[in-house]
């Protein structure tokens, strides 16, 4: 397996193991994407409206794929890594989706990052997601490179 594929397995799990890291402060607290996903799940309407005052059911719904969605592009772009450095024949489709798994994540981190709480403190979770994805999206394109220069 070459280098620019084990580099986007490396970030590749650096875009699951984010999810468990703090990703964001607010108010003292230091909010992951593993706190974000059990509160959005498992809270009242109630609270919920508390703490995310302008924000309906469906807006609510979305934050928690958003939050999911991380990871599990993170656990795609390994597998996808993986099937293409080991079966030539699935190499081009697992290319396709090696891209999309970190194109998605970067261009959900970029909108998601400018929809965070007035004054919030960015941490590294959120500074980990967005470099996993670049990585995996740069390893990718050197891939191709190197695959056509047949360097």
Not at 44 to 68: A, C, G, Y
Not at 93 to 120: D, E, M, T, Y
């Amino acid at each position: 397996m070459s280098l620019v594929r084990v580099a986007a397995l490396v970030a590749g799990l650096s875009l699951v193991e984010a999810f468990f890291m703090p990703w964001f402060g607010s108010q003292g607290l230091l909010l992951s994407g593993q706190f974000l996903h059990n509160f959005l799940t498992g809270a009242s309407p109630s609270e919920l409206r508390r703490f995310l005052p302008n924000t309906s059911s469906s807006e609510i719904q979305l934050l928690r794929m958003l939050v999911d969605l991380f990871p599990m592009c993170g656990a795609v772009a390994v597998a996808t890594v993986l099937i293409g450095g080991l079966s030539s024949s699935a190499r081009r489709l697992a290319n396709i989706v090696w891209g999309l798994s970190g194109l998605i994540p970067l261009g959900a981190w970029a909108v998601g990052i400018g929809r965070l709480p007035a004054g919030s403190t960015l941490e590294i979770g959120l500074w980990l997601i967005g470099g996993g994805a670049l990585i995996v999206i740069i390893s990718l394109v050197l891939e191709l490179w190197v695959s056509r220069a047949g360097v």
